[in-house]
């Protein structure tokens, strides 16, 4: 992990993680998970998180049409994002557009349409 707490660094080497097949989150010592680039517990304030292998699939806990995204995803739109039970933690990513609640997903890295950014994704598992 990059020791850079400032801009995307730590972002980017998640990406390359997950690209690799090697997702993982972050777990402070009360077990408590988060995801990078935090570097601080959200529930505790801890900032000795450990790198641990997030679990393959996640459950769809709800989901969102984006009719009107953001410049930056313009020409993405419509599209769906949803959040994803994985057990210690809760991911955000694009989702196909037919996902439904309750599904099981896996967490991939897609590309943006509109600047060919990397983004989260989920498939279907
Ligand atoms: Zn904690």
């Given at each position: 992990m990059s020791e850079n707490e400032h801009g995307n660094s730590g972002?980017?080497?998640w990406l390359d993680a997950i690209d690799e097949g090697d997702a993982y989150y972050l777990e402070c010592s009360n077990g408590h998970g988060s995801l990078p680039p935090r570097r601080i517990c959200p529930e505790?304030?801890?900032t000795n998180l450990e790198d641990t292998p997030l679990p393959e699939t996640g459950d769809i806990d709800?989901?969102?049409v984006?009719?009107?995204a953001t410049p930056s995803f313009a020409d993405d739109a419509p599209y769906t994002t949803a959040i994803a039970d994985f057990g210690p933690v809760r991911v955000?990513?694009?989702a196909p557009d037919d996902v439904?609640?309750?599904e099981s997903v896996s967490l991939t890295v897609g590309e943006?349409?509109?600047n060919g950014d990397r983004l989260l994704?989920?498939?279907r598992f």
């Open positions: 972002y980017d080497e505790c304030g801890e709800t989901y969102t984006i009719h009107v955000t990513a694009v439904e609640v309750g943006s349409k509109t994704q989920f498939e």
